[in-house]
């Protein structure tokens, strides 16, 4: 009798699974802001609001869910076909709500907070991005993997990025003093909250005024003597930038040609082409000590 009881027993929970939506368990992940999203199933409609948050969800093989993107979310080429709900200049929470998105990932410091916070009022999930340090790219990886229902993809593609990562790391024979150039007036860097900044030490340089409190700090004339950069870095589309810095030979970077320019996506994109932007970094900084 025990033996009969035990099989309706199994045939009933074996009914239970079978039911529609049964089955599915709830995806919970925490992200960059320390918030806990949840879904009750993998997001199929997903509005993403930073280049880099797209080129994470097609590392995931997730891009055929991207239902809105900013402008500039142009990698890869079919990315530029998605339709676009703002740009830096401003987000249309409206154009995001028309796209019937059943997942919102925002840019924490990009992306406004009032945008965020109608977003949490309406009950549509939020995954916030924010990667700061060299290893939050793959986290995100795997967190947007999850939420999309690729999570195998997603762990794949944050491996692939981790074990690219090892393998750039590198010790110089010396360690160069490095002056990341954000904007020339006023003339700002990056402060150590920054990727970048991340990257730099990463490749065996010293990054200059990574010690300031806030994250894009202004850099007087008198403080950047003093620190002596021995290499000045900046992202840009060509090499007009370093036309500034020409007569400044006070500044051993400039006395001794060290100044190299960067491919602006790939570094300034927190996202799976982060160690492209990385591989440049390192190079140049071997080369520059190496010619020294």
Same mark, same amino acid.
């Given at each position: ?7 309706? $027993? ?5 009914? +239970?699974?079978?039911?529609? &939506?049964? /089955? !599915?368990? #709830? %995806? ?49 080429? $079919? ?5 676009? +709900?703002?740009?830096?200049? &401003?987000? /249309? !929470?409206? #154009? %995001? ?196």
């Amino acid at each position: 009798m025990c033996r009969i009881y035990a099989f309706l $027993a199994h045939l009933l929970l074996m009914a +239970v699974l079978l039911l529609p &939506g049964a /089955a !599915l368990a #709830a %995806i919970e992940v925490t992200d960059d802001a320390g918030n806990t999203v949840t879904l009750d199933r993998p997001a199929e409609r997903v509005v993403a609001l930073a280049p880099h948050i797209v080129e994470m969800l097609y590392a995931v093989e997730a891009g055929e869910r991207l239902v809105g993107a900013l402008q500039g979310s142009d990698y890869p080429e $079919a990315a530029k076909q998605i339709p676009r +709900v703002g740009s830096y200049r &401003g987000i /249309a !929470l409206e #154009a %995001i709500m028309a796209r019937e998105p059943d997942l919102v990932v925002t840019w924490r410091s990009g992306t406004p907070r009032s945008v965020v916070e109608r977003l949490d009022a309406l009950g549509v999930p939020v995954y916030e991005s924010e990667p700061r340090r060299l290893d939050d790219v793959a986290d995100n990886l795997r967190d947007l993997g999850l939420l999309t229902g690729h999570s195998k993809v997603g762990e794949r593609a944050a491996r692939a990025f981790e074990s690219r990562l090892a393998a750039l790391r590198q010790t110089l024979s010396e360690t160069p003093r490095v002056f990341y150039q954000l904007g020339h007036n006023p003339l700002t860097t990056l402060g150590d909250g920054h990727i970048i900044t991340q990257a730099i030490r990463h490749c065996g340089g010293k990054p200059l005024f990574a010690e300031r409190s806030v994250l894009v700090p202004e850099i007087g004339r008198e403080a950047l003597i003093e620190a002596r950069p021995e290499v000045i870095l900046s992202a840009s589309r060509s090499d007009d930038w370093q036309r500034a810095w020409q007569g400044h030979d006070w500044l051993p970077a400039v006395r001794d040609g060290h100044l190299y320019t960067l491919d602006p996506d790939p570094i300034s994109r927190p996202g799976p082409r982060l160690v492209e932007g990385i591989a440049q970094v390192c190079q140049v900084l071997e080369r520059a000590t190496r010619s020294s």
